[in-house]
């Protein structure tokens, strides 16, 4: 299905666990909630398409060892374009409008580990890649991924 343009706002966490569990659990109902999830300084976007959540991305305030000493750091997680949408811009759209709220929380870094399939896309978004791939058990090859923030 095609959209031209995807609805992005602010959505609550419970909203993210359709999206989570289909895309990046595999359909597999466990491992899809995060610690951080109800943190005060956490947000989550969520991209629609008429009423349908069809992309989301969860935000939160944590720092990395590779990063240590940068003040206000957020971590991407959780980001996920339902199959249909895939490739029609939405999770470009969900990390610039994530860039424009980190910036009013004056963020310095937005950082995540990134899949493998995946890496193109952040690079295409700015991103850069630190360190080795890793792999995270039950999902498979990651790769931390930053963006400075103060360079925007």
Sequence with gaps: MF???AFIRFINTSETYPLRIKILRNGQAERYTFEQDNNATT???GAF???TCVGIATFFKDNHPY??????AYQLRGMAVDDAFQSQGI???LITCALAELTK????LLWCNARQH???FYRNMGFQTIGE?????HIGPHIVMFKDLRRE
Excluded: C
């Design 67 to 72: 990063f240590q000493g940068q003040q206000n």
């Design 43 to 45: 947000f989550h976007l």
């Design 3 to 5: 959209i031209s343009m």
């Design 49 to 51: 398409s008429h009423d």
């Design 133 to 137: 791939e890793f792999i995270v058990p």
């Design 118 to 120: 995946a890496i193109g």
């Design 91 to 93: 999770g470009r759209q």
């Design 105 to 108: 929380r004056n963020s310095s």
